[in-house]
């Protein structure tokens, strides 16, 4: 939900976004083997893909929200003091919060 999965096509080089709901490589692996199929949304080729090849990117609709309630809440709050922590804060925590998943995901690499 915070992070999107990628994959580029080993055959076009086009970037593909696939569904993962594990948390890192280990867990993937787990339940889905060493390798996954693939179809390309481009060039409609199957593919079976190792899981090392996936990468993970911090989701921009999630950061755009945040900043957005934080553009809501500075117009709610406007009176109080630490206003300026609530418009600042809250999207810059979502948006370390998104990194380190998308660090700790493809940091973590399976032997093949």
Not at 34 to 40: A, P, S
Not at 52 to 67: F, H, L, M, Q
């Amino acid at each position: 939900m915070f992070i999107n999965h990628h994959i580029d096509c080993p055959f076009c080089k086009q970037k593909n976004k696939i569904s993962v709901e594990e948390e890192d490589r280990g867990q993937l692996q787990i339940k889905k083997g060493n390798e996954i199929d693939f179809t390309c949304q481009s060039c409609h080729k199957k593919e079976k893909v190792h899981i090392n090849n996936i990468y993970a990117e911090p989701s921009k609709i999630i950061y755009i929200a945040a900043i957005i309630v934080s553009i809501l809440v500075t117009v709610l709050f406007w009176n109080l003091g630490f206003i300026i922590t609530l418009s600042f804060g809250l999207p810059m925590l979502i948006f370390l919060y998104q990194q380190s998943l998308a660090r700790n995901f493809n940091n973590y690499k399976i032997r093949r």
